[in-house]
């Protein structure tokens, strides 16, 4: 899977979010969930960058055989994709919607990175020479 196509739409995304919260959303909420809005977008630009640093991992993986590291390398990926939309996704939706209950989902999206970022480890452990 090739992780850089996702990382510009979510990269895009971002950059669109963030803007709205800066310009169109302090209108309309108080400054806690400006800064709950904030830590949303933050969090989703980390990782459209570790999504790219992943997919130049998997690149370097086939270059050089470390056929080991490319599962591992994958579920980073995917768990960074999965996190973004939870963690971040969550606090968009609970400044969005009022509904604080969806704040139950954000430790999910919090876990998915932290298994990204393990995965990421293992891969490069891997291809260490």
Known sequence: MR???WAALLGFI??????????ALKKHVDVNDLAVWAT???YQFVHVLALIGVD????IARDLG??????PLGVAGVAFIVGI???SGSLYALVG???R???MVTPLGGLSFLIGWAALGWATWKMRA
């Open 56 to 59: 130049t991992a998997l690149w």
């Open 85 to 87: 939309v939870l963690f």
């Open 101 to 103: 209950k969806l704040g």
């Open 97 to 99: 919607t009022g509904f």
């Open 14 to 23: 971002g950059v669109a979010l963030g803007a709205f919260g800066a310009h």
């Open 66 to 71: 470390h056929d080991g590291a490319k599962a």
């Open 3 to 5: 992780f850089t196509p």
């Open 40 to 42: 949303a977008v933050k």
